[in-house]
């Protein structure tokens, strides 16, 4: 087998785990991590893409663990910093565009440090590339237990496996229930959580917020229970960032060279389950692949959602991704292998109509002897421009006891958007042979459990301006903030109004007034600390 897995190519490092375990789904997520912040003696670092300050962790029948105690995450966090004079809580999250400004939370720098303990430190991170977005998921409690994927902390994430047609529980912030929403993030403990520390520590720093020093402390009260055990042994740490000047930051693009490499090796099978698919490089791969002589057929399947959420995500990817989906069917066709996208539904009783499960999780596996997954989706600034993390691993042999993880990992998923379960039923996902596509058509076209076949269609396919477009004319979606640019000074136009105009004062006001509030910004490390470090360059 050609090893797919290279440090200092494709990853920044492999460290070893004590334990790692992949959380399925919001429930599982919110519920670790709740029992996990609980039990923090030191810190909590966090960063990611979105935060809000009212999402509920435990939902329903998980409800009787707090025993009547906080569940919301500020609050939560409040209260255990005023419990315990020791604890520090840091939050980083992307200084995101205006563009977003009416779908987050207001005001977000006042609430998390104005209204909280003052060891509750919120920071925006403005040092993306131009147009770039922090993309990162990544929670690190103690030095000892962190978590990473695809998950945020915010409105409209939660769910569980059931992905039930409706929910009362899947309603945060007074909003209506959303719909049926699908995500994955790992847990590790071990060595690799240092690693992970210090690519905080470093992004705290880059963000202007100082240095941080974030011991490990010594403990021995970890747990946590996960929806399927990660494979064992070392984990592979990928990383994307974009060039930037101020502050100086060299781009990283170890997670697109993981991407490209684990195609290339690919000798059977490719399973694919993401938010997006039009990565121009990633499409490129799989047709080389494809069109590779002496080599085996493949079979490649994809999990996408059937549609972008947003009418701004439809001009971003939806005609490109089609267009790129289309393209691969026709190659695959041409050339013996084999090219399936599909979907995830409910059937609603009533009207005959399905609900579709949002598809928000970012895993590829290969062979049944690789598996990465992470923040980075199949898309183009995921893999030049925004920062992205991803955690991978790979079995030495097949049939060893990571290949066998990864296979159970890979099963339980594939199950879940069949809305399968029973070892007789399941039995054909066990086996990555050319029988499987063949299975899983039979389930889609079948419409009797969850899966359906993507009809790789948008809202624009009738429209003759947005039908003649190439992919590559949608510069939204670049590797790098060159290419963004000329689009979004287009769109920036209305920043110019006064309503934009004023956002932006109150914001730099609120921001300003907020920074001068006194805060311990270093933790004081202890003696067995691993300091800090630096995540640009590797």
């Known amino acids: 087998m050609k090893r797919i897995i290279i440090p200092g190519r494709n990853c920044w490092t492999v460290e070893e785990t004590s334990d790692a375990g992949v959380l399925v789904d919001g429930r599982a997520y919110y519920r670790e991590l709740y029992r996990a912040a609980k039990k923090a003696r030191r810190y909590i670092a966090m960063t990611g893409w979105q935060f809000d300050s009212d999402v509920s962790l435990l939902r329903g029948e998980d409800l009787e663990e707090a025993r009547g105690g906080e569940v919301r995450l500020l609050p939560m966090l409040d209260a255990l910093c005023r419990a315990n004079p020791e604890l520090h809580v840091y939050i980083l999250a992307w200084d995101f565009s205006l563009l977003l400004a009416m779908e987050r939370e207001w005001m977000q720098h006042l609430l998390f ?145 993981l991407f490209l490499d684990a195609i290339e090796a690919a000798d059977r099978f490719i399973y694919i389950e993401n938010q997006y698919f039009s990565s121009r490089a990633i499409f490129q791969a799989l047709v080389r692949r494809f069109r590779e002589s002496g080599r085996p057929p493949i079979q490649v399947v994809l999990v996408l959602p059937k549609q972008p959420e947003a009418l701004r995500e439809q001009l971003a990817m939806g005609i490109a991704q089609v267009r790129l989906l289309r393209a691969l069917e026709r190659v695959a066709r041409e050339t013996g292998n084999t090219f399936r996208v599909y979907c995830s539904a409910a059937r609603d009783e009533q009207t005959g109509e399905d609900v579709y499960t949002y598809i928000h999780s970012k895993v590829m596996v290969v062979d049944d002897r690789f598996l990465t997954l992470g923040s980075a989706n199949t898309t183009n600034r995921s893999l030049g421009l925004d920062s992205e993390l991803n955690l991978s691993w790979e079995a030495e042999a097949d049939g060893d006891a990571v290949s066998r993880a990864i296979r159970r990992v890979r099963v339980s998923l594939m199950a879940e958007h069949a809305g399968l379960s029973g070892a007789e039923t399941l039995a054909p996902l066990m086996r990555a042979d050319a029988g499987l596509v063949d299975w899983l058509d039979a389930v889609a076209s079948a419409g009797l459990h969850r899966l359906r076949p993507h009809p790789m269609e948008t809202v624009f396919d009738q429209s003759p301006l947005l039908k003649s477009l190439e992919p590559e004319d949608l510069v939204i979606d670049p590797e790098d903030s060159v290419l963004d640019e000329s689009l979004f000074e287009a769109l920036r136009g209305g920043e110019d109004g006064l309503f934009a105009s004023g956002i932006r004062l109150l914001s730099r006001w609120l921001v300003g007034a907020a920074e001068e509030r006194p805060h311990r910004a270093i933790l004081p490390a202890d003696a067995d600390s691993e300091g800090g470090g630096h995540y640009g360059g590797g």
């Open 113 to 257: 440090n104005w209204t909280t303990n003052e060891r509750v430190r919120f920071r925006f991170d403005p040092s993306s590339p131009l147009y770039g977005a922090h993309h990162q998921k990544l929670v690190v409690i103690d030095g000892v237990q962190a978590f990473s994927g695809g998950m945020d902390v915010c409105d409209c994430r939660w769910d569980d496996r059931d992905h039930r047609l409706s929910s009362s529980l899947r309603c945060d912030s007074g909003r209506d229930p959303h719909g049926p929403y699908h995500d994955v993030q790992a847990v590790f403990t071990g060595p690799v959580v240092g690693r992970l520390t210090e690519l905080f520590e470093a992004r705290w720093a880059h963000s202007g917020g100082g240095e941080l020093h974030l011991p490990t402390v010594a403990r021995d009260d970890v747990t946590f229970s996960s929806s399927v055990p990660a494979p064992p042994g070392p984990v592979a740490i990928s990383r994307t960032f974009g060039k930037t000047l101020l502050p100086p930051q060299e781009a990283v693009q170890e997670v697109r060279a």
